[in-house]
């Protein structure tokens, strides 16, 4: 079983809709959580960071429940610029990350 | 923010030959620097953990005489791929991290290097 686990999709969505990913993760020691966005060749870049009391910003929701090892990212809205690959990231000791497979976003006009 | 820089963006050659990437921290000393490999459609995996001044921790199956990994200063690893064959084509990305933890960005990605074995 993969560390991280990410539903790899296509998620493919009209614009203004709104879409959920979500993630698991295995290690409970894992200090802290993120989302990175990847577009096609390029290296991820963070989104943001995912807190147990939930992280807005603008129109991405972040959400983290330890109790259940699960991560949600929400995204309202959704615009054509949106279309990416969603990572879910885990913050281990030594400031290792583990990846997970990635969800793919197309939103379409 | 902090910048690293990787080099080359992309390289194209011959079975056989070795390739070399370079990761640097730009504007802070990064006493660790992370590689990664990612093939297509698949997520980052990472290749090895590069601290300065001693030898690279590699992961569970990645050839350390494959992927040689030289940390000699706070701000500049190398990957060299040596004898690079058409399976060996991947992103390669780098990153760093500052020293203590970072919450809220554990390390700082370079642009990646896509390289292409024919």
């Known amino acids: 079983r993969k560390e991280v686990e990410q539903d790899p999709g296509p998620f493919n969505v009209p614009e203004g809709a709104t879409v959920a990913f979500n993630c698991t993760y295995s290690n409970s020691a894992s200090q802290s959580f993120f989302w990175y966005r990847q577009d096609c060749r390029k290296e991820p870049k963070l989104l943001m960071s995912?807190?147990?009391s939930g992280n807005e910003d603008g129109r991405f929701t972040a959400q983290l429940n330890r109790a259940s090892q699960y991560i949600s990212l929400l995204i309202r809205d959704s615009k054509l610029s949106d279309s990416a690959t969603y990572l879910c990231?885990?913050?281990?000791?030594?400031?290792?990350?583990?990846f997970g497979g990635g969800t793919r976003l197309m939103v379409k006009p | 923010g902090a910048v690293v820089s990787q080099h080359p963006s992309w390289v194209i050659c011959k079975s056989g030959t070795s390739v070399k990437i370079e990761c640097r921290s730009l504007?802070?000393?990064?006493?660790?620097m992370f590689w990664y490999r990612q093939f297509p459609k698949q997520s980052l995996m990472l290749m090895a953990t590069s601290n300065e001044g001693s030898k690279a921790t590699y992961e569970q199956g990645v050839e350390k005489d494959k992927f040689l990994i030289n940390h000699a200063s706070l701000t500049l690893s190398t990957l060299t791929v040596t004898s690079a064959h058409p399976e060996d084509s991947s992103f390669y990305i780098c990153s760093a991290s500052i020293p203590g933890i970072d919450s809220n960005q554990p390390q700082h990605f370079g642009d990646g290097t896509r390289l292409s074995i024919l």
């Open positions: 990231v885990a913050h281990n000791a030594g400031n290792m990350l583990t």
């Open positions: 995912v807190y147990s």
């Open positions: 504007d802070f000393q990064a006493t660790t």
